[in-house]
């Protein structure tokens, strides 16, 4: 039973256009929300979070936003650089009694022609 | 300030024999999360350390197993192998400090194949 799903395994966006990439969750005590990048050969890299207080949080080209009664969270990438060809992790988190651990999706490949 | 490091990078293990990963974390956090990412299955949480104890574990069998030292170093090791244990092995440290909502910094992993 997966609790976080990324439903678009691969997303092709041209350069200079906005790339959004979705995640669905079914968990409700999920109250915390990160976007992680990861390139080949390395870890993921933090890229943004959201608390499910907020339902938007901005950082650059970045944002993410949270509809909690769809349980639904999106990023935002305006404007696609190549540079952020990578494949982009959703995870979820029950931080109430800060049980520490992340529950991701499965991966979504941005690939940004130029 | 040096990030999470894994030692070995890369591991290539027969069938049956056993293996540890290690995982330096950041200074100062005091979580350490094991991670498992395969092409089919993403990221799988395999368990977290704070302060020696494990506090959380996923859903994987017994010959997954870990612990974490006082210096908040951590070691996994998983015994007698199989071929779908392949897999890149992910270490991430957090805080876990008084902030509630804090991210999890990741290493660049051990990639262990199973032959």
Same mark, same amino acid.
């Given at each position: 039973d997966q609790q976080v799903k990324q439903n678009s395994p691969s997303l092709s966006v041209q350069e200079g256009r906005i790339s959004i990439l979705n995640c669905d969750y079914?968990?409700?005590?999920?109250?915390y929300f990160l976007w992680y990048k990861k390139y080949p050969a390395e870890g993921p890299t933090f890229l943004i979070s959201i608390s499910s207080i907020k339902d938007k949080n901005e950082d650059g080209r970045f944002t993410v936003f949270l509809n909690k009664s769809a349980k639904h969270l999106s990023l935002h990438i305006v404007? !696609?650089?190549?540079?952020? !060809?990578a494949v982009y992790f959703c995870a979820a988190s029950?931080?109430?009694? !800060?049980?520490?651990n992340l529950i991701f999706g499965k991966g979504t490949k941005l690939s940004v022609k130029p | 300030k040096a990030g999470v490091t894994q030692t070995p990078r890369y591991l290539i293990k027969t069938r049956g024999q056993q293996v540890t990963l290690s995982c330096s974390p950041i200074s100062g956090h005091r979580s350490v999360s094991w991670y498992q990412q395969t092409p089919g299955q993403g990221l799988q949480f395999l368990f977290e350390y704070f302060s020696e104890t494990q506090r959380n574990k996923g859903?994987?069998?017994?010959r997954f197993s870990g612990r974490q030292f006082s210096n908040s170093r951590s070691e996994m090791n998983v015994s007698t192998?199989?071929?779908?244990?392949s897999a890149l092995y992910l270490c991430a440290s957090s805080p876990?400090?008084?902030?509630i909502n804090t991210e999890a910094f990741f290493g660049q992993g051990t990639r262990l194949t199973v032959v």
């Open positions: 079914t968990n409700s005590m999920f109250d404007p !696609s650089q190549p540079g952020d !060809s029950a931080q109430r009694g !800060s049980q520490g | 859903n994987f069998p017994g192998l199989e071929l779908g244990d876990m400090g008084p902030t």
